[in-house]
């Protein structure tokens, strides 16, 4: 039944349990203590009267318990109020009585051999009767004292007890009741929230107030994990955008070109080979943008597989990758700066990828009156970096914080002239950062523009 109820209330009935059973516990202890305590303090009392008593008996030199009617006085001056003393013969009949509101008949009389206690009851009254045998003649003494006064204090104590225990189950109950609501401000604010996402979208935030605790810290994280879950969601958003845009262009010129040669280009062959071509080149474009989203998709999704993981020289991919593009790209100078040996962790075809993606950038937005790349490669502390420079149209300073978004291209006309998709700089930014990386971009308008990473070097 409790599993079924909120955790307010979980909270404030387990509190409340808790500090009821160790007030109860509490109380039951001291009580326990205080009644041990008076049973030995009356024992200790009656003690000293025995050897008060036996003192007298030696001083006044009794042999005979017949002797002892002569001393009442004394005997009834030292018994204190309900009390009674009596004293038996060696057969263990009573010789001699005093009593304070302690009839005799409530206690039967009993020969002892050593010093004891016992504790009778008659009816509601509670006796301690201490027992020792005589030393000045043979017989037996007895101390018999009824408890009820401490009874009385004791069940005093008792109702004392019992209405704070009381009171302190609805104390607790109420503090428990104010402390989970305390604690929970945070949680349910948390819950109110996440019903506004559900309402409203996911521009709602949980309110977090100044403290520090964990649950505040929970807001804070709930608030950050929306905030990357609302950039994510609109990330898509635009990607799905975006990818519709891109794959719609080439599939309505490739209609319109079927759409064209269906009516009446069939029968003319200029029409027809040029339509051919056309859609041709359309579909090698949808095939290489294929390509380029699974690219981007598996850099995004894949966990790093570190048992693929190797010690790569950056400088020999460079050197691979530039050779390959001087052969494709004669006319273009790619010139090393520093070319220092540098070995990062990495599958050695993901940095390729890299490089090549950084080179074709590099020279696609090139300007044609310099057409030159620099790059350079250097160790600094305990990582590796590389920089790719080309002189080319640069990109704006406005420009510059989107780079790396899906489908983003600083100069559209010529972006697509040239053949890019807007997918390059997305796919190296998450090739990069799974292998713990940082990429970043400086440029200037018309001056050209560096891309600069770095890697964790790798001691041999």
């Given at each position: 039944m409790i599993k079924k109820l909120p955790i307010k209330w979980k909270l404030t009935i387990w509190s409340s349990v808790l500090l009821s059973v160790l007030f109860?516990?509490?109380?039951?202890?001291?009580?326990?203590?205080?009644?041990?305590?008076?049973?030995?303090?009356?024992?200790?009392?009656?003690?000293?009267?025995?050897?008060?008593?036996?003192?007298?008996?030696?001083?006044?030199?009794?042999?005979?318990?017949?002797?002892?009617?002569?001393?009442?006085?004394?005997?009834?001056?030292?018994?204190?109020?309900n009390q009674m003393i009596r004293i038996l013969d060696e057969k263990g009949k009573p010789v001699f009585t005093v009593s304070h509101s302690v009839p005799s008949s409530w206690v039967k009389p009993k020969k002892a051999t050593s010093l004891q206690y016992e504790i009778v009851h008659h009816y509601e009254d509670r006796l301690l009767i201490l027992r020792s045998p005589m030393t000045a003649f043979s017989g037996t003494i007895e101390i018999v004292r009824n408890m009820e006064t401490f009874d009385d204090f004791r069940d005093t104590?008792?109702?004392?007890?019992?209405?704070?225990?009381?009171?302190?189950?609805?104390?607790?109950?109420?503090?428990?009741?104010?402390?989970?609501?305390?604690?929970?401000?945070?949680?349910?604010?948390m819950t109110n929230t996440v019903k506004r996402i559900k309402k409203n979208g996911l521009n709602e935030r949980v309110p977090v107030n100044d403290t520090n605790d964990e649950l505040a810290q929970l807001g804070k994280l709930f608030n950050d994990l929306m905030d990357d879950l609302e950039q994510s969601f609109l990330q898509q958003k635009q990607f799905v955008e975006d990818a519709s845009h891109e794959l719609r262009t080439p599939l309505t010129i490739i209609?319109?070109?079927?759409?064209?040669?269906?009516?009446?280009?069939?029968?003319?062959?200029?029409?027809?080979?040029?339509?051919?071509?056309?859609?041709?080149?359309?579909?090698?474009?949808?095939?290489?943008?294929?390509?380029?989203?699974?690219?981007?998709s598996r850099a995004e999704s894949e966990a790093p597989n570190m048992t693929e993981w190797e010690m790569v020289d950056v400088r020999?991919?460079?050197?691979?990758?530039?050779?390959?593009?001087?052969?494709?790209?004669?006319?273009?100078?790619?010139?090393?700066?520093?070319?220092?040996?540098?070995?990062?962790?990495?599958?050695?075809?993901?940095?390729?990828?890299?490089?090549?993606?950084?080179?074709?950038?590099?020279?696609?937005?090139?300007?044609?009156?310099?057409?030159?790349?620099h790059v350079s490669i250097y160790q600094e502390d305990d990582v590796a970096k590389i920089e790719v420079k080309d002189f080319g149209i640069g990109i704006p300073q406005a420009d510059l914080p989107y780079v790396f978004r899906r489908f983003y291209r600083v100069d559209k006309a010529r972006s697509r002239k040239q053949g890019g998709n807007g997918l390059g700089l997305s796919i190296a930014k998450r090739l990069v950062e799974k292998y713990g990386g940082t990429i970043s971009i400086e440029s200037k308008e018309g001056q050209g523009t560096t891309v600069v990473m770095a890697f964790p070097v790798v001691r041999l």
């Open positions: 109860i516990s509490y109380n039951l202890l001291q009580y326990i203590v205080i009644e041990k305590w008076s049973v030995s303090y009356e024992q200790q009392n009656m003690q000293h009267q025995l050897t008060e008593i036996e003192a007298f008996l030696k001083e006044k030199s009794i042999r005979d318990p017949s002797e002892l009617q002569r001393y009442d006085h004394y005997f009834a001056t030292i018994n204190e109020k104590i008792f109702l004392v007890m019992v209405a704070t225990v009381a009171g302190a189950v609805i104390l607790s109950f109420l503090g428990g009741s104010i402390i989970a609501k305390q604690l929970l401000v945070n949680v349910q604010a209609k319109g070109h079927l759409t064209m040669l269906n009516r009446w280009g069939k029968h003319d062959p200029n029409v027809l080979n040029k339509s051919l071509q056309s859609s041709l080149k359309e579909v090698e474009r949808l095939n290489q943008l294929v390509h380029e989203l699974l690219e981007l020999l991919v460079m050197d691979s990758v530039i050779r390959n593009f001087e052969n494709v790209y004669a006319d273009y100078t790619f010139r090393q700066i520093r070319s220092e040996s540098a070995y990062i962790r990495i599958v050695a075809r993901h940095l390729e990828q890299i490089f090549v993606i950084l080179l074709d950038n590099a020279v696609k937005y090139s300007q044609e009156s310099r057409k030159e790349i």
